[in-house]
């Protein structure tokens, strides 16, 4: 990220505790002036599907000696603790390519909201006491499920469709590639309480990363 000639990012203050914040990049069209603005520096980029994002570029806390020059270079991409700032999905996707490694991008009461790139087979699992909610972004996401008979079913979902996985059903999610957002309980692991086997190498067993 270029800066304008005397507008370093050092300059903008958050609230004391805050740490430093890039936005997501998107797409490769980086021309547009970096402004400020109450809450950082901001610059309209332009979106892979053609429409523009106004992406706050940094936020350095002025507590933190290390974050004083914090750009793109030096911080990367990151968010710290869930503030109340509006999330871009599209943007939040963008910062990251591996499938299954779900990042979140909000936390309501004991809840995280997660968005995943999703390509390939997951592995059957379980979550004993809790459902999981899908919603599709993009692609095409199918969930087998298996009942207490052993009976497989397939659920086929594409852009737009939600379902729910009850509580204490076996399950396996695929897809031809894609993006879905799953709203669960905090800690909740990717791959369940129990699971079938060993975990594929590009599923990533984690309870969520920071976005």
């Known amino acids: 990220m270029h800066y304008p000639e005397g507008r370093s990012p050092r ?10 914040y890039v936005a997501p990049r998107l797409g490769s069209d980086r021309s547009g002036d970096i402004v400020a603005s109450p809450i950082g520096w901001r610059k309209t980029v332009r979106d892979t599907r053609g429409g523009d994002f106004d992406a706050l570029v940094a936020m350095p806390d ?5 974050a004083a020059t914090c750009s793109e270079q030096t911080c990367g991409p990151m968010m710290g603790p869930m503030t109340t700032a509006p999330v871009n999905l599209t943007a939040a996707l963008a910062t990251f390519d591996e499938v299954y490694s779900p990042r979140i991008v909000a936390r309501m009461s004991d809840y995280d909201v997660r968005v995943a790139h999703t ?16 919603l599709v972004l993009h692609g095409q996401f ?4 298996r009942d207490s008979a052993g009976n497989e079913t397939t659920v086929v979902l594409r852009a737009g469709d ?10 396996k999610p695929s897809s031809p590639g894609g993006s879905v957002l799953m709203f669960e309980p905090s800690g909740t692991s990717t791959t369940g309480d129990r699971h079938d086997g060993a975990v594929p190498d590009h599923v990533d067993s984690t309870t969520g990363h920071d976005l």
């Open 11 to 20: 300059a903008v203050h958050l609230s004391p505790g805050q740490r430093p």
């Open 162 to 171: 939600t379902y729910v996985v009850p509580k204490g059903t076996e399950h």
């Open 142 to 145: 199918d969930v087998a499920v």
């Open 119 to 134: 390509k390939g087979e997951h592995v059957w699992h379980v979550h004993e006491d809790t459902d999981e909610f899908f």
């Open 62 to 66: 002025p507590a933190d000696p290390a």
